[in-house]
Structure formats: C-alpha cells, structure tokens
C-alpha cells in the first residue's frame, strides 16, 4: 500500500477521455425529461395548495441537484407548518389528497425511516416519492446544484462515479455501501484538495437559512467563480484515476473525515468519530455539509468496508493497467 501511495497516473491516461465522456452523454436525462419532472411539480403543487394554501413542494435529489441520471426516480418533499398534526397524520391526509387529485398508485408509507407517500403520474408516466418537512435535502440539493454549475468536471467525474457504484454494487445503504449523495461529496471533496472548486461555505455567505437547529450559510452567487478551475487541464480520465487512488491508497481511513464544509481533510478525533456509538461505526467518514454529526459514512460495517475498499483497488487499478479501462471499469459485479 505505501509504495503505491506515490504512484505516478499512466502517461496515456488522456487517450481514454473521449470515451469516458460519451458514457457521461449517454447518462445525461433529456430536456423532454426534465420538463416532465417540472410539469409533475406544478400540477402536484396544484392540488395540494388548493387543499394547503401555506403548503410549498420542492424537488430534491437527483433530479434536482443535476446528479441525476435519466429515469432516476424523483423526489420531492411537501414544506407545511402544521403544529395539530404529525408527520404520519400529513402523510395520509396528502394520500388522500392525491388520490382525489387522481394521481395513481398511490401509498403512503408510514412506518419508513422517512414516511413517504409513493404515487404514480398517469399525464406524465412519472412515479415520486413525497416526504415531509425534510428541508435539510432540499438545502443540500442547492448545494450540490451550485457546485456542479462552477465547474462541468464536477458533474462528468461524478456521474461516472455514480454508474461505476451502481455497476458494482456499492451503491446500496440499505447493504451497507454508500448513497449517492455520499459520493457526490467524495468527488466534490477531491475538486477542492485539487483548486478545482472553491469550498463555498467558507466564503462570505450570500445564502443563508436555518433548519432544525443548523445554520445553512453558504456563497451561492456561483455564476461569479465559472473561470475558479481554469488553472487546471485535469481531464475526467485523470480525475477519475485520481479518485479512485485516493480512495484505494492515500486516504487514512484509521484517521482522517472528508468535510465539503472546510474543503479539508479533518480528524476522527475532532469529530469524536474515532470510536463505535451506536450503530454508527464511522469506517469510512465523510462529513455532511450541514449537519454536522452526520458521517455518511455510517451505514458501512466491517464487511462492507473491505468491499467497499476492493472495489476502490479494483478500480485504480483498471484506470492504471487496463488496455480498456472504460469497459472494465462497468463490468457488472
Ligand atoms: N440525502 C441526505 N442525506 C443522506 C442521503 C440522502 O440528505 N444521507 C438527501 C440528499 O438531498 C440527496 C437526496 O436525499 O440529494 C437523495 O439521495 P440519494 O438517493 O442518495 O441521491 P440521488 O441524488 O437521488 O441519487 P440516485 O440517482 O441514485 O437516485
Ligand atoms: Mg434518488
């Protein structure tokens, strides 16, 4: 492991860019999708507004935060100030809502981790998810969205990221992998180690809203910083390579946390992450942006960090050794 620490990118790496970015192209949603999505989000708003004229919609996620992939499910969260009722009682009056409102399929699923109202869209053909009061999504659905915009790096390096992960498997925090939100931030991460991104939320905030208890503050006037990464000619083939050693041979997993926050690589020991509370076993630690005692890395156990692990090496090795490194990289697992 040490040796490779300090191993150099093949010289050729670049020769592999064209097809990495056609992979990024075929993953792109269309314009006709993504005027859908919008139209889904007006006629919703439609209905529930007559019934909760104080009521807000939002898309969050990946149609929202430009991460998404085309026909990525969506979703969206209801914002109502409702002090009578609780998250499960809005829940099934909004099943209700919609089911007049003639949408279809519709289910509301109390009992999740996040309650949820499932339904299906018979003018779009689209099925969402609706959650309630999960403001946080929707602030760290802006930030992701204004990251992309500074540099198209950005959302080349972690579209590809994302595919890979779906391709291997380890995208999956119901088994104990990583969201795609949590790599969205790795990649995010790696852009401001390399100057690529600035880290927005240490400079002068231009944004600025608080949610359960934590301060959101972020420079949001990001069509300001378009030109930040030009000093680099990092291409995504190189970025990608640079990912994934990273994640494969540099990162201290004993101690280091990457925060989007800092822009920097920070100590278990400052977080108190060095330890098991819980079920939180902090294998792999990756700060969220805002809420601070948050480690997306938490879902993973001692199992699924040496897949997860073998995969990064798997990985890094592909985009150092392999003579097609764009087929390999995909292979399902
Ligand atoms: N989210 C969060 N905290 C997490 C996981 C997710 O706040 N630990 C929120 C984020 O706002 C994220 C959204 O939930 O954008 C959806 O998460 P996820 O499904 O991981 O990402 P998507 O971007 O929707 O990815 P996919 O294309 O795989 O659906
Ligand atoms: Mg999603």
Not at 146 to 158: E, G, N, P
Not at 162 to 190: D, F, P
């Amino acid at each position: 492991r040490f040796q490779r620490r300090n191993r150099p990118c093949r010289y050729d790496i670049d020769r592999f860019t064209p097809s990495f970015l056609s992979i990024f192209e075929s993953l792109v949603p269309s314009e006709e999708e993504i005027a859908k999505q919008k139209q889904l989000l007006t006629s919703l708003s439609r209905i529930i507004n007559k019934e909760w004229p104080n009521s807000k919609l939002y898309l969050y996620g990946s149609c929202a935060n430009s991460f998404g992939f085309s026909n990525s499910d969506i979703d969206l969260c209801l914002s109502i100030d409702d002090k009578e009722m609780s998250k499960v009682d809005i829940i099934l009056k909004l099943a209700d809502i919609l089911q007049a409102g003639n949408l279809q399929n519709i289910q509301p699923l109390t009992r999740a981790r996040v309650p949820i109202v499932k339904l299906m869209d018979p003018e779009t053909g689209l099925s969402c998810d609706i959650c309630v009061n999960n403001l946080l999504a929707v602030v760290n659905t802006k930030l992701l969205r204004d990251y992309a915009q500074i540099d198209r790096r950005l959302r080349q390096l972690a579209f590809i990221v994302k595919h890979w992960a779906k391709s291997r498997r380890v995208n999956e925090t119901y088994q104990g992998t990583l969201s795609s939100y949590a790599y969205v931030i790795m990649c995010i991460h790696l852009l401001q180690l390399r100057r690529i991104l600035p880290c927005l939320q240490e400079m002068e905030a231009t944004y600025l809203v608080t949610v359960d208890e934590n301060n959101c503050a972020y420079f949001d006037q990001v069509d300001k910083l378009n030109n930040y990464g030009a000093h680099s000619r990092d291409t995504v083939s190189r970025l990608l390579w640079a990912f994934f050693h990273y994640w494969a041979y540099e990162h201290d997993y004993t101690r280091d946390v990457i925060s989007i926050r800092t822009g920097r690589i920070i100590s278990k020991e400052r977080k108190d992450w060095t330890r098991r509370v819980g079920n939180d076993r902090h294998l792999i630690c990756i700060e969220d942006p805002f809420e601070l005692t948050h480690d997306l890395g938490r879902v993973v156990d001692k199992f699924t960090i040496k897949i997860l692990r073998e995969e990064f090496e798997r990985a890094a090795n592909i985009l150092q050794f392999d003579p097609n490194p764009s087929v390999a990289l995909f292979e399902p697992y």
